[in-house]
């Protein structure tokens, strides 16, 4: 008769185990394609300060999207190349600091505005997020 109470009990348990697993197994589905882009969702906070960068500092210029174009400013034309593709590619990280920090052919230099770990950070951020290295 014991034996038929234990079994009882662990017939409750385990159908009540089975019964709080399946809303779980659906919040998991739920979370499976919400969960896929947290890992690019998290990028955005990784980068988020010097995205924060690239746009109050140069995408007037540059675009948002960093392709470049011919833009107006000051007045000025100016034929700004895109930072996916072309030279940008095949520029080494050095280039790109020694272009944002000295600035030159109609960009600023940015060497007073901006710390070298902001600069650095931006490298990154073009590399990561416009050329997608
Ligand atoms: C006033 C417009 C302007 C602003 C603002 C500006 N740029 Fe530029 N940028 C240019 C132009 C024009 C060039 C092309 C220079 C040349 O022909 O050598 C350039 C070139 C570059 C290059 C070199 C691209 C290559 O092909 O190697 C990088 C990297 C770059 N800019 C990043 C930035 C970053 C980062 C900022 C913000 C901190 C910025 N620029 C702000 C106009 C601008």
Redesign the pocket.
Known sequence: MKAFTYTLIILAISLFAFACSKPNTETITHNGPAASPSPAASMPDEFAATRA??KK??S???GEDATGGT?T?DGKK????S?RA???LG?FDE??IK??TK??????A?KD??TPEQ?NE??HL?RHEFQGK
């Open positions: 960068i690239f500092n140069c007037e210029c540059h833009k400013v100016l034929k700004v190349p930072l072309g030279h940008a520029h280039d790109f272009q944002i600035g030159g052919d109609g960009m600023p940015f505005k901006l600069i931006l490298v073009i």
